[in-house]
Every structure is written in structure tokens, then in C-alpha cells.
């Protein structure tokens, strides 16, 4: 009785998606991503994330870091995206090997599993640091 919205199960959905600043970011195996406002559970904007090569679908959850939205795709695509109300793709980096795991943000660094290795991503040390 205290339903606010209701949306059909209508998605191929395996990962988790993120709730921030009153919007819910989600996206489907197909890697099919989504914005939607929480109040009233319209969809402010839907996107499909293209794979640079390969299988581009998608088991990975979403994280965020520092207002940027990471997914991985099966090829090792890295998807980066603004956590916003409009769709704003920043980057899309290729480790070129699969994986069906989900970025790891620690700090400023990010830690990507693919089934050969695990990455570490992060900012250059700044010369005052070396």
C-alpha cells in the first residue's frame, strides 16, 4: 500500500547497480545501462555500452568512485560514466582478457580481476611524492 513505483521485470538483470544522489544506475546482461529517479521510478536516460571488441556482455556489478560509475564487460572492456541525470560516457579502457568480475574501487586506485591477472589502476605519484 505504500508503493511508490513499480517497474515490470522485464531485464536480463545479473549485477548489482548503484543508488545515489536520489537515482538508481543499473544495467542488464545485455550491457544495457540505465538511469532512473527514485521517486517516481522514470528512466531519465537508457545507454548500451558498446565492447571495443569481442563478447560484450555483462556480469559485473557497478561501482562508483569520485562521481564516475566503472562496469566491466566479459571482454575486459572498462566502462567509465558520470553519475548524473544525462548519460555521459568518459572512457572506455580494454584490458583485452575476460572477466565476469566487478571493478574494486580502494582510494584513488581500482582493482580489476580478468581471469589471467589482477590490475591495479591509479594516478601517477606526484613528483612532490617521489
Not at 545507454?47 to 559485473?60: I, P, V, Y
Request: glycine share 8%; hydrophobic share 40%.
Amino acid at each position: 500500500t505504500q508503493r511508490l513505483w513499480h517497474s515490470p521485470r522485464n531485464k536480463l538483470r545479473l549485477g548489482s547497480g548503484i543508488i545515489l544522489d536520489g537515482r538508481l544506475f543499473i544495467g542488464d546482461m545485455q550491457n544495457i545501462v540505465q538511469c532512473q529517479d527514485l521517486a517516481t521510478g522514470k528512466v531519465l536516460w537508457e545507454e548500451r555500452l558498446s565492447a571495443a571488441a569481442g563478447k560484450n556482455d555483462c556480469w559485473s556489478s557497478m561501482v562508483e568512485n569520485q562521481g564516475r560509475i566503472y562496469l566491466m564487460n566479459q571482454s575486459g572492456d572498462t566502462f567509465v560514466f558520470k553519475a548524473g541525470p544525462k548519460f555521459e560516457l568518459l572512457a572506455t579502457n580494454s584490458l583485452d582478457e575476460p572477466t565476469n568480475s566487478s571493478p574494486a574501487p580502494s582510494g584513488a586506485d581500482l582493482f580489476l580481476r580478468t581471469h589471467q591477472a589482477l590490475w591495479c589502476i591509479s594516478a601517477p605519484a606526484s613528483p612532490a611524492a617521489q
